[in-house]
């Protein structure tokens, strides 16, 4: 593996709108250049994680060499990104790509260009890369490549006479695709003797080698025992290890230019590992840093609390060891009168969040609650001065309060026309306004919107998917802070505030809301000795109420006949009793409580 010929080196990414068949296609690529035994051959080999595996989805980006003897007889090194197609992973994509020349870019055979390849696509371009179009799921009834190859050309102007058809399924186009690969996707250029450059792609921790780090080699070489430097923060460790997956972890005697791998660094603090820091020698550093990576912000805030507060500690520590292979996450401590101490944890988006909270509880055995998501809002203050709120418990007084900004999306929808209507009446009752509709072919139209982003995460993206019978796509960026007539929503049981149960809505939703929210609190608080009113609050104002009705004893079951007066002194007891039970009683809040919240928006 050492100083193999760089023009016989091809780094490439394999992106593609989620649920286009990527993962399948690189299982397809292993298994023909027989990188893994057939006996040792499953379905999403590169997907690493129980949780990618169980929702069939790529959460990680995952780079694996394979050795590719061409038509031409000569034998090519093929270093391959696998990559999410979920619009909230879109930064994993953009950090694959950099480590790259080429892209394969997927797209279905049944379905068509769709939001996240447009998006896919651009990234790629304003990378420089070399595009491969490949035409997935040829096999199925309903495949319709010719025409899936004029909308490649129409909407993304991509030539498509380039493009590959193939199956994942059945395998059949694989070996031309790779082909194409050798013939269309550029080497890697570099000077093998230069100071060592190295970008950081991933990093993740092992408990016993410290945190491996996933690199590309822009210049120079690395080897085992080398002493490194990270640029920007000027950390300095002894390489342990160098080595390339091919799934499974190999190790190598050296890493030389144009070759992706990992490095095993032996430190043991996560934070120390940047994603985006340039690798070089200590005693010979190269010139400039690599250009690294533009941070990714996060979009959605959301309390995570540990069901026992002794487990605190424990969740800080996971949050670090996540943080390593997901430079995404943020968080600041969180106190909470309902439930204790936790963390507010920045997201870039509900799946993202989903997907975080499962690994959390999966792989370090925590027990979490989720409160309600919110966004990152700008209030000004009467006296001039912003600040930045991510939880409603944050918000100022009312009266000290001028305005209030919201962060607004710049949202692109591609629908079949005939769905038109039901996205537009979808987006009206979402806030968003309409901006234009391009008509990208007879089959389908490109609608944009601008939106706040408290709209999508409530439940915008289920609903396009069931009014438009699942074939609408979404994508979306950061458009600008606007400001809007917000106001925060507190829920009380029995007259207390349940801070975990509040949350920032706009006005003229805060009564449906409200309303929606006490009605299902209703059916989720057990019943109690005592009656326990459920209200909405804005401010001192109540704007909706629920009651779940006391549980009541028959005092009266002993008595058959009699004077009334007894009956009557029973039943003065019971209600003096249940008085006093109601001053000093307090209700249990179930969990189910705090999922209601996420679940409000979907009467």
């Known amino acids: 593996m050492t100083d193999f010929n760089t023009s016989h080196i091809r780094n490439f990414s394999i992106v593609a709108h989620i649920d ?21 051959l499953s379905s999403q080999m590169l997907d690493s994680m129980d949780i990618e595996r169980e929702r069939g989805i790529t959460i ?24 999410p197609g979920h619009v909230d992973f879109t930064y994993e994509v953009s950090r694959s790509l950099a480590a790259c020349e080429g892209a394969v870019l997927v797209v279905d ?125 000027g950390e300095e460790f002894l390489a342990d290890g160098v080595g390339v997956k091919r799934p499974a972890e190999q190790l190598v005697d050296e890493l030389s230019v144009g070759e992706v791998g990992f490095v095993v660094t032996g430190l043991k603090d996560p934070a120390k590992v940047r994603v985006g820091d340039t690798l070089t020698l200590r005693d010979r550093p190269c010139k400039a840093a690599l250009p690294g990576y533009r941070e990714a912000k996060p979009m959605v805030y959301t309390g995570l609390f540990p069901v026992d507060n002794k487990e605190y500690e ?13 430079p995404s996450l943020v968080w600041d401590p969180e106190t909470s009168v309902a439930l204790g101490f936790g963390f507010r944890v920045g997201f870039l988006g509900l799946l993202h969040m989903e997907v975080v909270k499962e690994r959390l509880e999966r792989e370090f055995n925590l027990d979490l609650i989720a409160t309600s998501p919110s966004v990152d809002y700008h209030v000004y203050k009467t006296d001039g001065t912003m600040v930045q709120v991510r939880s409603p418990q944050d918000l100022p007084e009312v009266t000290r309060i001028d305005r209030i900004e919201e962060p607004y999306l710049n949202a692109k929808i591609i629908v079949p026309p005939e769905y038109t209507g039901a996205v537009m009446q979808l987006a009206i009752d979402h806030r968003a ?148 039970m109601k001053a000093i009683g307090t209700v249990e809040v179930p969990q189910e409580a705090f999922l209601a919240v996420l679940k409000v928006g979907d009467e």
């Open 60 to 83: 990680k980006s995952n780079a694996v060499r394979v050795m590719y003897e061409a038509d031409d007889g000569q034998l090519y090194q093929f270093n391959l990104i696998d990559t």
């Open 109 to 233: 055979a049944t379905q068509g260009v769709e939001a996240q390849t447009v998006s896919n696509a651009n990234l790629a371009m304003n990378a420089n890369l070399d595009i491969v179009p490949a035409i997935n799921k040829i096999d199925l009834p309903s495949a319709r490549p010719d025409e899936v190859k004029l909308q490649i050309e129409d909407e993304l102007a991509i030539p498509a006479d380039d493009a590959v058809c193939v199956s994942g399924k059945t395998g059949e186009g694989i070996h031309e695709l790779l082909e194409a690969i050798v013939y269309l996707v550029s080497p890697p250029t570099g000077d093998a003797e230069a100071p060592l450059k190295a970008l950081i792609l991933d990093s993740y921790f092992d408990e016993y080698r410290g945190v491996v780090a996933t690199v590309r080699v822009f210049d120079g070489r690395v080897q085992k025992g080398d002493n490194l430097l990270m640029m920007q923060n």
């Open 20 to 40: 286009h068949g990527k993962s399948t296609i690189s299982d397809r690529i292993l298994e023909l250049t027989h990188t893994v035994e057939e006996r040792d």
């Open 433 to 580: 306004e309409m901006r234009d509709m391009i008509h990208l072919s007879s089959k389908s139209v490109e609608m944009h919107f601008e939106m706040p982003l408290a709209e999508l995460i409530l439940d915008f993206f289920d609903q396009l998917k069931s009014r438009t019978k699942g074939y609408a796509s979404l994508d979306y960026d950061f458009s600008c802070y606007r400001a809007s007539d917000l106001v925060k929503l507190d829920i009380l049981l029995s007259g207390d505030e349940v801070d975990a149960l509040s949350f920032i809505v706009h006005r003229d939703k805060a009564y449906s809301l409200a309303r929606g929210l006490c009605d299902r609190l209703k059916e989720i608080i057990p019943r109690q000795q005592f009656e326990v009113p459920i209200q909405g609050a804005i401010g001192n104002k109540i704007i909706s109420r629920s009651t779940v009705k006391a549980v009541r004893k028959d005092v009266l079951a002993k008595c058959y006949g009699g004077d009334i007066s007894r009956k009557r002194k029973l039943l003065e007891k019971q209600k003096e009793g249940k008085k006093r």
């Open 314 to 326: 424990n969740l800080r520590d996971a949050l670090e060891k996540l943080r390593v292979n997901d």
